[in-house]
């Protein structure tokens, strides 16, 4: 015996809220919009309670009105219908003005809010100095502008001033900006205010793209839910975000790194488009500048014989596997920009949009085929030989 749709609807129904209500029940739930970290997420919140709290009591009020008016005024006989009361004036006036004073409200709170939240902010830029003679490097100032790019799919972060590399939020040409370039983890100073610019580099880079040709592109969406709201990254404009993370969550000593992922769909590995921001107290962000700020040397020609594979892999990297054509590390000749920046990139502990931690084994699957790990990745490679992949990943093991 089959079920009938109406019994087959009401399980899907019963099912989707019995996972509904398990998934509140998650003990690790790192992108809960709830569970505000920082001003700007709190001042979210603060709007989304009363909002929240009249949307309940319009729907607990309608709902309860059409079950009590099915129940009361069901039909009780064919020929019975209820007294029509079409054209009473004074309750088509409370159930107009009613939801328009509330419509109102909701409007008034969401434009101050807006206003609130896209504000620029206030403060001197943060700039860096240097460790100088028994003092470590510092940061000062109160706000860190951040350049966010979306590429499919990654994040890259250049913060325009940190570093000496050119920032791809210029187009070539442009005025030089040095920036300190890197990918998928975006470091922050805990306590201070961050500024993101954020957009898709994406009519330049499309992996559907023959050469030489610019596409379309598509849009992304920036999200760290415990810290802020989303925001688009649209191709050829920049989109504002601010955020703080709260100083006395990392007072201890102890980054925090919170979670957040492109929150538009962008293509078949959208969901492998994640962010790691780590929050960091101001000296250990300043320490984290000074770091990425090494040059990377090329190794010596002595390394041929201290570690000989790791040089292979250099040779292999900056020529016949021609991995410095889509990425850069800098100090070396490598500096294509197609790819995320692998400057330190043992400093990560994450690659591949966020999606696997950085260790050898991870390497050596994503070597094999990247496009098994992340479908439709901008990196198509050919075959790599096991004994090229150890030299490779040798190599980039000496990137700290
Ligand atoms: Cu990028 Cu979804």
Redesign the pocket.
């Known amino acids: 015996m089959s079920r009938s749709p109406t019994r087959r609807r009401a399980l899907a129904v019963v099912l989707g809220a019995v996972a509904l209500a398990a998934s509140a029940c998650a003990s690790h739930a790192p992108q809960n919009t709830l569970d505000a970290q920082g001003p700007e997420a709190r001042y979210i919140n603060r709007m989304f309670y009363p909002v929240g709290l009249i949307a309940l009591v319009v729907l607990i009020f309608v709902s309860g009105m059409v079950l009590y008016c099915v129940v009361r005024f069901r039909a009780r006989s064919d020929d019975d219908s209820p007294a029509q009361i079409h054209g009473s004036t004074p309750l088509e006036f409370t159930w107009t003005i009613i939801p328009l004073l509330l419509m109102f409200g909701v409007a008034s709170l969401s434009i101050v809010g807006i206003v609130h939240l896209y504000r620029t902010p206030k403060g001197q830029p943060i700039t860096f100095v240097p460790a100088s003679a028994g003092s470590p490097p510092t940061v000062q100032g109160e706000v860190l502008d951040v350049h966010v790019i979306?590429h499919?799919?990654w994040f890259e972060y250049d913060y325009p001033g940190l570093g000496a590399m050119q920032d791809e939020f210029l187009s070539p040409g442009e005025a030089t900006n040095t920036a300190l370039v890197t990918a998928n983890e975006i470091h922050i100073p805990a306590g201070r205010q961050i500024r993101l610019d954020i957009t898709s580099n994406e009519p330049l880079q499309s992996p559907e793209n023959k050469p030489g040709e610019i596409g379309p592109g598509?849009i992304?969406?920036f999200w760290v839910p415990e810290l802020a709201g989303k925001i688009y990254?649209i191709p050829g404009h920049i989109t504002h975000l601010n955020l703080v993370a709260d100083l006395s969550k990392v007072s201890d000593g102890h980054p925090i790194t919170y979670y957040g992922q492109?929150?538009?769909?962008?293509?078949i590995s959208?969901a492998n488009?994640r962010i790691r921001l780590v929050a960091e107290t101001p000296h250990d962000f300043a320490m984290w500048v000074a770091q990425q700020q090494q040059t990377q040397q090329s190794p010596s020609a002595a390394v041929q014989y201290t570690n000989p594979q790791a040089y292979t892999g250099y040779t292999l990297f900056n020529g016949a596997g021609t991995c410095y054509t889509c990425h850069t590390v800098a100090g070396t000749n490598a500096v294509g920009r197609v790819g995320p920046n692998l400057t330190h990139l043992q400093s990560r502990q994450w690659f591949a949009g966020n999606i696997l931690v950085l260790d050898n084994n991870n390497l050596r699957d994503w070597l094999r085929n990247p496009q098994a790990v992340k479908p439709g990745a901008n990196m198509k490679i050919p075959k790599l030989t096991e004994d090229q992949i150890t030299a490779l990943i040798a190599y980039l093991d000496t990137l700290n």
């Open positions: 979306a499919r799919w598509v992304h969406n990254a492109c929150s538009e769909f962008c293509g959208h488009m």
